[in-house]
């Protein structure tokens, strides 16, 4: 029997066939495949976003995250601040998807709040900043919260007291000395942030914490300090002379 070398089987086709583009893409260049052979840290931020948002085809998933990444000037922390109706405006980037790229957001936050199981000691204002910027870095509107040490200064709760404004909050005496005692703390230290662009106390910010002082003192909880987050800068009573 003689071999007829026009005849080509139908899988020989395929396997001789040169790969399309696309086949070439999804093999080398998909985010998904970078991450399994390089590791995350190898993606870059539209890669990370487009296996979160998700089409059919991974090329469109880059295209868009690129597409949401520009509209937030290329910066996490200002896609972190944008809202759902902010990028629903942005074409293909339905509810669906906006909810998940602030579920990615928020988790990741999450996880730079946590303290790995280690107490977390407070010795200067620094100390405090450092503690507290993953939870009021990105807030637009300001939040009291107070932090609570047993005697060797560790932290031992962060309460969040109250949400406010852009220009002021409410804090509670009676609720806070309550989560204090709740807690069985020895010492708090009080915090909320500035989304202006100033980390200065108000009139009303000094009298508050004046009146905290004086409560603390009859319940024998002293009230170590008093910072002022805002962004990149805080501002502490005690370094300041305040308190």
């Given at each position: 029997?003689?071999?007829?070398?026009?005849?080509?089987?139908?899988?020989?086709?395929?396997?001789?066939?040169?790969?399309?583009?696309?086949?070439l893409?999804?093999?080398?260049?998909?985010?998904?495949?970078?991450?399994?052979?390089?590791?995350?840290?190898?993606?870059?931020?539209?890669?990370?976003?487009?296996?979160?948002l998700?089409?059919?085809?991974?090329?469109?998933?880059?295209?868009?995250?690129?597409?949401?990444?520009?509209?937030?000037?290329?910066?996490?922390?200002?896609?972190?601040?944008?809202?759902?109706?902010?990028?629903?405006?942005?074409?293909?980037?339905?509810?669906?998807?906006?909810?998940?790229?602030?579920a990615?957001?928020?988790?990741?936050?999450?996880?730079?709040?946590?303290?790995?199981?280690?107490?977390?000691?407070?010795?200067?204002?620094?100390?405090?900043?450092?503690?507290?910027?993953?939870?009021?870095?990105?807030?637009?509107?300001?939040?009291?919260?107070?932090?609570?040490?047993?005697?060797?200064?560790?932290v031992?709760?962060?309460?969040?007291?109250?949400?406010?404004?852009?220009?002021?909050?409410?804090?509670?005496?009676?609720?806070?000395?309550?989560?204090?005692?709740?807690?069985?703390?020895?010492?708090?230290?009080?915090?909320?942030?500035?989304?202006?662009?100033?980390?200065?106390?108000?009139?009303?910010?000094?009298?508050?914490?004046?009146?905290?002082?004086?409560?603390?003192?009859?319940?024998?909880?002293?009230?170590?300090?008093h910072?002022?987050?805002?962004?990149?800068?805080?501002?502490?009573?005690?370094?300041?002379?305040?308190?």
């Open positions: 029997m003689m071999f007829n070398s026009n005849h080509i089987t139908m899988s020989e086709k395929n396997y001789n066939q040169p790969k399309s583009p696309k086949n893409w999804i093999m080398n260049d998909c985010p998904q495949a970078k991450l399994l052979k390089n590791g995350k840290s190898h993606l870059t931020d539209s890669e990370v976003l487009a296996m979160i998700g089409t059919e085809q991974m090329q469109n998933s880059v295209g868009l995250a690129r597409t949401v990444l520009t509209h937030a000037n290329g910066n996490l922390n200002t896609l972190y601040k944008m809202s759902v109706s902010d990028l629903m405006k942005i074409e293909q980037i339905g509810k669906a998807r906006a909810c998940r790229i602030f990615a957001l928020e988790l990741g936050r999450r996880r730079s709040e946590e303290n790995l199981d280690k107490p977390y000691f407070i010795n200067s204002s620094t100390d405090v900043y450092r503690l507290m910027d993953p939870i009021l870095r990105d807030e637009t509107v300001e939040h009291f919260w107070v932090l609570m040490l047993n005697r060797r200064n560790a031992i709760h962060k309460h969040h007291v109250s949400k406010g404004g852009v220009s002021g909050t409410f804090a509670d005496p009676k609720v806070i000395f309550k989560a204090a005692l709740q807690y069985t703390s020895s010492a708090i230290i009080l915090v909320h942030n500035h989304p202006s662009e100033s980390p200065k106390p108000s009139e009303a910010d000094i009298r508050l914490t004046k009146n905290l002082v004086a409560s603390g003192k009859l319940l024998e909880i002293g009230v170590l300090d910072v002022i987050h805002c962004g990149n800068n805080y501002y502490s009573f005690v370094d300041e002379g305040l308190l």
